[in-house]
Structures are given as structure tokens and as C-alpha cells.
């Protein structure tokens, strides 16, 4: 069985579900092997810009009628925060859209320490 790091090198992570799209998504969910990880980049009203990272944060399990709501509060229901990533570290596909590259992810998941992770290969090349 590969490792959790091999795992999420071998391919692309979908995007669940995307919010407040500026050059990117500014808050996307992935999940990877069940477990749900939210990516928030939230807009920073002194800069009047959005921040330049990602705030990972891993997640208990959020239905689809939750998502349909709004997503200010969900940084709060957090498992646990697993830090951050700037912006430019993320590589999205082409649409910068539909996923992210899982090489990513690997740099957080230590901190999870989950045994495996499978992912979806995608045909989808950046």
C-alpha cells in the first residue's frame, strides 16, 4: 500500500464545491479518502484585498445542503487548523476550477496523519 505522501503525489484532488472566485477560488473544499479539507482566503478589509494564503483547515463531514448556505462560519467548526499556503503554492487545473494538484497537500499531512489516501486520477493536466 503506498504511503499517505506517495498517495497524494500520484494525482489531481477534485474541488468539491468553490466560493468567491478571483483569479482563483478564494474558499474550496477537496476530500481525500473521506476526510473533508477546506482552503479559505479570506478578503482582508485593511488591504482591501484578499490574503495572499490559503488557512487549511480539516473538517468534519459537511452535507450538500450545508454548502448551499453560507460559508462565513465554517473556518469555526474546524476539526483543527493545519496552517497555511500562499496562493501561488496551489496549482489548479486549467479552469482553476475543477482541482488542485495533490503535491500540495502532501506538505500538510503529517499534521493529519492519515494511514492512506486514495486519490482520483484525472486526466486534467495544468
Not at 16 to 30: G, L, S
Not at 80 to 89: D, F
Not at 90 to 101: E, G, L, Q
Not at 105 to 118: D, F, I, N, W, Y
Amino acid at each position: 500500500m503506498a504511503t499517505t505522501t506517495q498517495s497524494v503525489q500520484a494525482g489531481w484532488l477534485p474541488i468539491r464545491q468553490y466560493r468567491d472566485f478571483w483569479d482563483v477560488p478564494r474558499m474550496f473544499f477537496i476530500e481525500v479518502e473521506g476526510k473533508s479539507f477546506l482552503f479559505d482566503c479570506p478578503f482582508d478589509g485593511e488591504r482591501e484585498d484578499f490574503s495572499t494564503a490559503y488557512q487549511i483547515y480539516q473538517m468534519p463531514p459537511i452535507s450538500e445542503a450545508e454548502l448551499e448556505g453560507s460559508w462565513a462560519g465554517l473556518p469555526h467548526r474546524a476539526i483543527r487548523a493545519l496552517g497555511s499556503l500562499p496562493v501561488a503554492s496551489v496549482t489548479f487545473d486549467s479552469s482553476r476550477r475543477t482541482s488542485i494538484d495533490g503535491r500540495i497537500l502532501a506538505t500538510l499531512l503529517p499534521t493529519v496523519r492519515t494511514a492512506s489516501v486514495s486519490i482520483v486520477e484525472s486526466n486534467i493536466r495544468a
